[in-house]
């Protein structure tokens, strides 16, 4: 069998039928070879060439709850910091803010209810004031819409996550994800001006309560590498370590003394 393959293509290569009869080898164009390169870097390179000069430091966060392995945690983060917020639960979603804003509210007392939530009056009355301000138009409230109320914790929506990028666990396997845009002001960090020039990394996990494992320290250590080797000089912080901020991020259990450390070291 072999046999006759190798004759088959000898007869082939040689422009010769079966019987022996020249047949016409039509000439292909020559195509220069497609070398496929392997992806040395786990970002993008259309990430890295967006880091411009601006950004001076890289802020490493982490997040309150745990990274489930099996989901994207970050697009809950993400939709969260689009939605209307209310003490750290989503009041109004993104995509039916403005179908509940304008159709789905019921005074009943001292309670309003948005879609099948109830919530304080003043609080509601404060969200519209200020989602009229984000929508460009004055939101139908009846009487109340001229009422002011102060001292409220109710969020606008913001028009993207607020970290630059980050890492989780998705489908058991360590995925990057990118958020903000590094061309528009960033989300993370208010403190020293960071929103302005941070690169904010979100590591998906709550390390207050464990410190990271190897596999994602290692993946953390050469996503923050290539930032570094993308924009020389970038100082890496933990959010903690920024003046002002009266936080544990990244966690307890995250040493950024140790990061810093590791990052200088080459392994192969
Ligand atoms: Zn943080």
């Given at each position: 069998m072999m046999r006759l393959v190798q004759k088959l293509i000898k007869m082939i290569m040689?422009?010769?039928?079966?019987?022996g009869a020249h047949v016409n080898i039509i000439k292909l164009p020559i195509v220069p070879k497609v070398i496929k390169m392997k992806n040395k870097t786990?970002?993008?390179?259309?990430?890295?060439k967006s880091i411009n000069n601006t950004y001076t430091h890289l802020i490493a966060h982490h997040s309150t709850g745990f990274d489930n392995p099996e989901t994207k945690d970050w697009d809950n983060i993400d939709i969260y910091h689009r939605s209307f917020r209310m003490n750290w639960?989503?009041?109004v979603r993104p995509e039916t803010a403005y179908l509940k804003l304008k159709k789905k509210i019921e005074l009943q007392g001292n309670i309003i209810k948005v879609g099948n939530s109830y919530y304080p009056k003043d609080q509601v009355l404060e969200f519209y004031k200020r989602?009229?301000?984000?929508?460009?138009?004055?939101?139908?409230?009846?009487?109340?819409?001229?009422?002011?109320?102060?001292?409220?914790k109710i969020e606008t929506p913001w028009n993207a996550i607020g970290y630059t990028l980050g890492i989780e666990r998705a489908g058991g396997k360590l995925v990057v994800r990118y958020g903000r845009k590094l061309n528009i002001r960033q989300a993370h960090c208010y403190q020293e001006g960071m929103n302005s020039h941070g690169i904010g990394l979100l590591i998906v996990?709550?390390?207050?309560?464990?410190?990271?494992?190897?596999?994602?320290?290692?993946f953390a250590i050469k996503v923050v590498r290539e930032i570094k080797n993308a924009r020389k000089g970038l100082i890496v912080l933990g959010h903690r370590e920024v003046k002002g901020v009266k936080k544990t991020c990244p966690g307890e259990l995250f040493n950024m003394k140790q990061f810093r450390e590791d990052l200088k070291i080459r392994r192969k």
């Amino acid at each position: 069998m072999m046999r006759l393959v190798q004759k088959l293509i000898k007869m082939i290569m040689k422009g010769v039928n079966q019987y022996g009869a020249h047949v016409n080898i039509i000439k292909l164009p020559i195509v220069p070879k497609v070398i496929k390169m392997k992806n040395k870097t786990i970002l993008s390179e259309e990430f890295l060439k967006s880091i411009n000069n601006t950004y001076t430091h890289l802020i490493a966060h982490h997040s309150t709850g745990f990274d489930n392995p099996e989901t994207k945690d970050w697009d809950n983060i993400d939709i969260y910091h689009r939605s209307f917020r209310m003490n750290w639960n989503i009041m109004v979603r993104p995509e039916t803010a403005y179908l509940k804003l304008k159709k789905k509210i019921e005074l009943q007392g001292n309670i309003i209810k948005v879609g099948n939530s109830y919530y304080p009056k003043d609080q509601v009355l404060e969200f519209y004031k200020r989602a009229s301000v984000l929508m460009g138009e004055e939101l139908y409230l009846g009487q109340y819409v001229s009422t002011y109320i102060k001292n409220t914790k109710i969020e606008t929506p913001w028009n993207a996550i607020g970290y630059t990028l980050g890492i989780e666990r998705a489908g058991g396997k360590l995925v990057v994800r990118y958020g903000r845009k590094l061309n528009i002001r960033q989300a993370h960090c208010y403190q020293e001006g960071m929103n302005s020039h941070g690169i904010g990394l979100l590591i998906v996990g709550n390390y207050d309560k464990a410190a990271p494992d190897g596999e994602l320290w290692r993946f953390a250590i050469k996503v923050v590498r290539e930032i570094k080797n993308a924009r020389k000089g970038l100082i890496v912080l933990g959010h903690r370590e920024v003046k002002g901020v009266k936080k544990t991020c990244p966690g307890e259990l995250f040493n950024m003394k140790q990061f810093r450390e590791d990052l200088k070291i080459r392994r192969k």
